[in-house]
């Protein structure tokens, strides 16, 4: 097997804190790493790097875990610029804007769509991403559910059925959580790890905490990790539904109350944070610090969706988090890289150590501090080992 | 002479409101672009380009005119991340900083200055900026000073003398005032198109209404363009001063009283608005709004700089100005480019029209509403034409 030597990394941040500076980022200075079959196989000072088949020097650059986007809608056609223009200008979101995504993704071939999606990924991995979730969510047909799942399994493993995005024009709510929850469950399944519900008050396009419980426990019986979109337009039953389930993660947090707060902490779930939302709805942050200071796990992801942020960039999450969220760098980083695997209860990624996976991200910069201090930048890339 | 044609634009913004949909941004669809000599010499609808020796096709891309970044500090060595991370946890920003850069400049020799400058200018050109004003100030002393001016000289023609930025450490205000505006100026003024000066209220590190006035004065004398810096950390002379004297631009602009405001609407002084300050330093945003109502000509540019932002992304500045500034896309478009010229006192670039500089971005979109719809993605590049 060939061993690839990534030497003269200035900074390299493990997430492993047994090495390093004892903080839970595990920050090496003047290291190397060396990668065997798309593993790491040794991890340490670059004076005592062992012999390698092939030497790539960064020469002082830092380097990261690949960012793992724990959140994306990547299955889609045409794009919502209009409606982000009117809403900036003052027209408010309420989740209704779906529908034009779902119309124009209908009607793109799986040509398009797949092509659609590939630069997608490719313009994700071009900032450092090599982990994504994808979920469906724009089709809401079980032919069109399939299709969407089907062709994000092309290029991720992390796939998520998201059927119950929307209740689609001409459904009842009742008629349409039976379908979801039913035949087209059935026929998405083979093609999903998880299942997910964007769950919010009644009173919204959304659906309310029973429907939601409804199409999740039907998921979980056919074998699929839990999400929830949850809290995201307003205080509502998401994040208390998703830890008591058991879900790996409840993703926006926007609107938390202290009970939700006190479920997380004492729960198994990840609060995944998606400012990149906020910044494009013009909404308040969630409390991230608060959740911190409780004790919850929390991931950040981008959401890349046409509608609510159509950023893929999660060097911004991770700058937002720290001008908005108030984490430090250090804690964003984190979130972005080991906390996007909690969310995905995925323990191969987002650590450097050995037999992890070789998913390095290399920055145009000395240090990770540059991801939040160099906003808008495109400073992180994806190291190419193959 | 050979003539290249651009076709195949999907959108092209010209911002020549004689052309297109008659709004400011003159948008032409399905358009082409003929350049010869570095220059525009064809501007209109793709079916009628004349035949060229060259094509480049942009299959449907947008194409924006340059950025004009018309103000950054990009002679300096050394960075200020820990500062950042510092301030983002708590401690204030009051301009006392700049002498940990001033202290790393001097010590950098002009081999390393000058390759951390092109180094810069690259990055911002492959971001789609074109122009880039650069100001000395991490220099003040003579000799360093005339040499950051030197190095500026030989990448942008955009050169800004500011010996005003900070007082030195061993220098009293009374001295060093009479530095900036005596010797410091003569040695200086031949590498200097323009004179800029920090101006805040006295109890600041930076120089108050009667010290800037002395240096603004000395360097119209040595027939140097003005600009100053001006109500950025509270309210202050700045904008009222920069006004009077006539400078091309008053920059910062984050704290106006009205009579700023009307100031700058009855004079001919630039409002040049810099959010991303704000953003790195967690600082009110200015009140955009108020200033294009009152019929003031705003620019944006980035103020790339070690303390403050170092950010060189133009298309993150209109993102951040429509999010947080409540500028429409259109209206941070041309504020970024033609406001950018006009705060430059540039005709012949910030604008697509015969006889302009061909200073063409494309975008990775299909419209330049992207560059505000898709925050923090790297979706503007410069057109290489040679």
Avoid at 224 to 239: E, I, K, S, Y
Wanted: hydrophobic share 45%; proline share 5%; aromatic share 6%.
């Amino acid at each position: 097997m060939t061993a690839i030597a990534i030497t003269g990394i200035g900074e390299l941040t493990t997430n492993d804190s047994e090495v390093g500076d004892g903080s839970p980022l595990g920050l090496l200075r003047e290291a190397a790493v060396v990668v065997e079959g798309g593993r790491i196989s040794w991890v340490g000072a670059q004076a005592g790097v062992p012999p390698a088949d092939r030497v790539i020097d960064l020469a002082g650059r830092a380097v990261v875990p690949g960012f793992v986007d724990s959140h994306a809608h990547l299955v889609f056609a045409g794009d919502r610029a209009a409606e982000f223009a009117a809403r900036m200008a003052g027209t408010p979101y309420d989740g209704g804007g779906i529908g034009t995504t779902v119309a124009a993704t209908r009607a793109a071939d799986d040509v398009t769509l797949r092509a659609l999606l590939a630069d997608r990924v490719a313009e994700m991995r071009a900032q450092g991403t090599t982990t994504v979730e994808i979920k469906s969510g724009y089709g809401l047909t079980v032919a069109e559910e399939v299709r969407a799942l089907s062709l994000a399994s092309e290029v991720t493993s992390e796939t998520t059925f998201l059927g119950a995005h929307v209740v689609p024009a001409g459904s009842t709510r009742e008629e349409y959580v039976r379908l979801v929850a039913g035949e087209m469950l059935t026929a998405a399944a083979p093609f999903a790890r998880w299942i997910d519900v964007f769950c919010e008050p009644a009173s919204t396009h959304a659906f309310d905490g029973d429907e939601a419980r409804t199409i999740l426990l039907a998921g979980r019986d056919r074998g699929l990790g839990l999400r929830v979109h949850g809290n995201q337009l307003a205080p509502g039953p998401g994040v208390a539904l998703a830890v008591e389930l058991g879900a790996a993660s409840v993703d926006h947090c926007t609107y938390l109350s202290t009970a939700d707060i006190d479920a997380l902490a004492g729960g198994n779930t990840v609060a995944t944070l998606l400012p990149g939302v906020e910044f494009a709805t013009r909404s308040p942050y969630p409390d991230a610090r608060k959740l911190l200071d409780a004790g919850v796990r929390i991931a950040l992801a981008t959401d890349c969706n046409p509608g609510t942020c159509y950023s893929s960039s999660m060097p911004l999450m991770i700058a937002l988090a720290v001008r908005e969220m108030y984490l430090s760098p250090g804690e964003a980083l984190y979130a972005a890289t080991a906390g996007g695997a909690e969310a995905l209860r995925r323990g191969d990624i987002g650590v450097l150590a050995v037999g992890k996976a070789a998913d390095l991200t290399v920055l145009e910069a000395p240090s990770y501090l540059h991801l939040a201090y160099r906003p808008g930048v495109p400073i992180a890339r994806t190291l190419e080992l193959a």
